[in-house]
């Protein structure tokens, strides 16, 4: 056998290889295995209505003025985030302070 031929058998063995540790992995990691919100992910569903932007901006500031059931959406969806780390937030936060929804805290004592 000539080194081309002997290359190209170790090359189909190695694919072979790989597609059958593949097809033994998908086969014991059955579907049901899998956490709700994956199951859903994987049968094509998505987990909410909300499009899936990148993180930075989901986090960037709003380019026109918020309606207020639009900063109610962005300050249930922004819980975890920091009102001085994210300016979304901040300009729901504000958005709903001056339409009355929220009354800020005063001093602490």
């Known amino acids: 056998m000539t080194a081309d031929a002997v290359m ?11 597609i059958g540790v593949i097809t033994i992995n998908d086969i ?16 094509g569903r998505t987990k909410s209505p909300v499009p899936q932007w990148p993180p930075v901006w989901m986090h960037d500031a709003p380019l026109c003025p918020l309606e207020v059931p639009e900063a109610h959406r962005i300050m249930q969806s922004h819980r975890e985030c920091m009102i001085a780390g994210c300016p979304r937030k901040a300009t729901a936060y504000r958005t709903l302070v001056d339409a009355g929804r929220i009354v800020p805290a005063g001093p602490r004592r």
Request: charged residues 20%; hydrophobic residues 50%.
């Open 8 to 18: 190209l058998v170790g090359l189909g063995l190695i694919f072979l290889v790989v």
């Open 28 to 43: 014991a990691y059955r579907r049901e295995d899998l956490p709700v919100t994956q199951r859903t992910q994987a049968a």
